[in-house]
């Protein structure tokens, strides 16, 4: 089949790719012609495992094209997929005038029938509005379809190639046999297809993002309260995770969530709500412990340490929001490390991919290293923020040797208790208890 995807972002360059990979012939449009520039080069403006082979073989057989000229894309395309950011806007909804500009451009171009596509995260409601703004535009027959995407960075390859399940949106049997068609290569195992309205497609990506939130918010306030009276909640999380009816997906406490999708998207559901005179109370909390949460392990630091931290250097593991990922937005490094700065401490931080990314959110207020234990030289203390693979098993010898003082504020709970006990540690952690090495 013949697919454009327009937005080469996280998200369209990882459907593209796929989409390539199962045979179909794909080209990949953005404003930003560096972008494209690169990608055209057989570079790979990110980071996600897996995706530079994929690409390069792709590209490489001819399926997989990089373009800046939507018109002539959508021209050469049966399927069109809008995958543009929709960031916050001023007012907390998502904005929607990338997708907006899209989908006029897609009506510009169009000169035959045509399925489009919304891949990105949107309102209820906006597919209807993006059929309004092409049929004033078009006269040519076309079907738009909300196909929301759940991959998650980090694992976005082996995400798109193997969705738990895939959501159609749409009321035309044209548009959803051809979604059928472009899907099937990728639900062989019997994961579903799921056929309903676009609205309750478009409402399903954010219930989906809602209730993952919220596991989060939830298990960090008990993560908080097992601090305060006791109890560790590894035990606790382990102790509700078997539970079927739980299970044991996002239970894992920590300094909050970020990313490009979380923080927006319950931004944008609350903010529908309000419009619709429902208070979303429940997520209003979720939204709140987050923040709180983000700031526990500089607060935890300024216990230990006192308010002032001139003159002391700290050591920070991990940038990017999660593992796997380049991606800094909205990452708790950005609060955690803007905190440590505020307290007048000295920050020498080293990410496995973020750095690039970080540099452009920190630039010279952190000094970036070359690996782990260079950050770790002289230091007052660690703080472990993302749980990259590489921190589970350090030379904990080395780091030391290299330490000033054998202190570490992990929050993402990466270490065993009774191992830093037992090695003389300092040891924080979130919902678990304080490690002091014995005197
Ligand atoms: P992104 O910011 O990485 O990429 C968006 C791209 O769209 C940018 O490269 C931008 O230059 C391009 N763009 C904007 N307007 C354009 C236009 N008119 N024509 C061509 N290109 C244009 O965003 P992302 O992380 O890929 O997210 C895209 C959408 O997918 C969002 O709605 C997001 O909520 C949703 N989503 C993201 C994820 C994720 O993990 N990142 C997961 C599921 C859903």
Redesign the pocket.
Known sequence: MKVCV???????LVAGTCFAESGNDVIC????AE?IGLLQKGKVPIYEPGLEELIARNAEEGRLRFSTD?HDAVRASLICFI????PTAADGSADLQ?VE??AA?IGDAMDGYRVIVD????PVGMAERVRQTIAGRSKHPFDVVSN??????GA?VQDFMNPDRVVIGSQSQRAIDIMRDLYSPFVRTDRPILVMSAASAEMT?YAANSMLATRISLVNEFANLCERVGGDIADVRRGIGFDERIGQHFLFPGVGYG???FP??IKAIIRTADENGLPFGLLRAVEDVNEAQKRVLPEKVIQHFGKDLTGLRFAVWGLSFKPRTD?MREAPSIVVIDGLLAAGAEVHAYDPEAMEEAKRVFGDRVIFERSNYDALEGADALLIVTEWNEFRRPDFQRMAELMRNKVIFDGRNVYELTQMQSLGFTYYSIGRPEVRPQS
């Open positions: 327009i937005g080469t972002g996280y998200v369209g449009v953005d404003v930003n972008k939507l995958a543009v950011g929709t990338y500009a899209a451009q891949k990105s995260t949107v929301p995407e759940f991959l998650k960075e976005a990506k990313g490009s999708c927006k998207d991606d």
